[in-house]
């Protein structure tokens, strides 16, 4: 009776496999998508000047007969995406773009079709440092076989490399914003953004082993190195809120020679590093406020760039260095590695070091009057710095 009663739930077990690999069987469709869309839809396409880039799909199986697949720009999907991903794309301008054809065919035999160009053929009515998005979808098929739905659109991620200059901190010069101390405002910020590009020629051989970027000493100060950690690891020195310290230190290991966007993002609950855009390390941090003013004496003079305490400068070079009092999100923070615009909202300060007076001196572009003053009066230019590069 035992030997019926297992050999019954048996039976049961091996219909219930049964019918679930038939179900799986039955459920399996093989799919057209665009192709490297499989993990995103986004493609990103850096262009100098006019450019092209081949767009093509794929299908999850090779064909027997030929397959016509119908492709569009549709600018309509932008703001759809740019709400789902927190981007703020926009479209092309007009007469900047083609599609050099609306079908593509995927051979008998094969499962990838032939390309269609898109191509930027004029880039004279960009906006400098804006980003563009392009969706281009799959509108129909001539023939039995479906489209992956999350792969049905490609968003081509358009950015138009920038030609500019920067900074050479090499020969001891630094610079100082004295106007951050008679500021009121600054004396409680509830969320705050720092942010830059840095190069660093070499990093400091002699103990303690700082390179400084930008900041505060002893409250806000993103630099190079210290006794405790290896000279080219950023890290947050201070994250002084509400009189306690809340420092941070980087995962990332810094190479010379090469450009990186750094920034470190207080938002009420935690101190972030960021680079290039990406979170590098965070810690904790309760909800408080940071005394940007730098006044108390123990803060070497205010907020510098290249500089802190009694030297231990930078020997590299700086661009793109902003001051916010917001936080900063990933997205932003990726979008706007090389420019932004000055009149954003909770933009403090912007210094993008690619001009300076005749003093030396770098004007803060908001109009907010935050000049950064030079130690030296005739600052090295770094010529031909690309970015993204």
């Not at 050999?7 to 998508?33: E, H, P, Q």
């Not at 409680?188 to 303690?208: D, G, H, K, W």
């Amino acid at each position: 009776m035992k030997l019926n009663n297992i050999v019954f739930i048996a039976a049961i077990i091996s219909c219930v496999v049964a019918f679930t690999s038939c179900k799986k069987a039955a459920d399996y469709r093989d799919v057209l998508y665009f192709t490297g869309t499989e993990q995103t839809p986004a493609t990103k396409f850096t262009i100098d000047g006019p450019g092209s880039i081949g767009v093509s799909v794929t299908s999850s199986a090779k064909l027997n007969n030929d397959l016509k697949i119908h492709i569009q720009v549709q600018p309509g999907l932008l703001d759809a995406y740019n709400k789902e991903t927190g981007k703020a794309y926009k479209f092309l301008p007009d007469g900047s773009y083609a599609l050099s054809t609306d079908n593509i065919v995927i051979r008998s035999g094969s499962n990838v079709s032939e390309s269609a160009a898109f191509s930027v053929t004029s880039v004279d009515n960009f906006e400098e440092g804006t980003i563009y998005c392009v969706p281009v979808t799959i509108t129909s098929v001539e023939g039995n076989m479906e489209v992956l739905q999350s792969s049905k659109t490609m968003y081509l991620i358009i950015n138009r490399t920038i030609i500019t200059k920067a900074v050479n901190l090499a020969n001891s010069n630094y610079f100082t914003v004295s106007s951050f101390a008679s500021d009121p405002s600054l004396s409680n910020i509830s969320e705050l953004t720092m942010e830059c590009r840095v190069y660093v020629n070499s990093f400091q051989s002699a103990n303690p082993y700082i390179s400084s970027v930008m900041g505060i000493e002893e409250n806000f100060l993103l630099r190079f190195g210290d006794v405790s950690i290896e000279k080219n690891q950023l890290q947050l020195a201070g994250g002084l809120i509400d009189g306690k310290k809340y420092p941070v230190t980087s995962a990332t290991k810094f190479s010379t020679g090469q450009w990186y966007h750094v920034a470190v993002v207080y938002n009420g609950s935690s101190v972030r590093l960021y680079v290039n855009g990406k979170l590098d390390a965070s810690t904790e941090a309760p909800k408080g406020s940071i005394n940007f003013t730098g006044t108390n004496g123990t803060y070497m003079g205010g907020f510098h760039i290249g500089f802190s305490e009694t030297g231990r400068k930078l020997n590299g070079y700086v661009s793109e260095a902003r001051v916010w009092t917001r936080a900063l999100t990933a997205n932003e923070l990726q979008d706007n590695l090389c420019y932004v615009d000055p009149t954003s909202s909770g933009l403090l300060a912007y210094w993008r070091f690619n001009d300076t007076n005749a003093s030396g001196n770098v004007t803060d572009l908001t109009g907010h009057g935050h000049t950064a003053v030079g130690a030296s009066a005739s600052p090295i230019w770094v010529e031909g710095v690309r970015c993204p590069e």
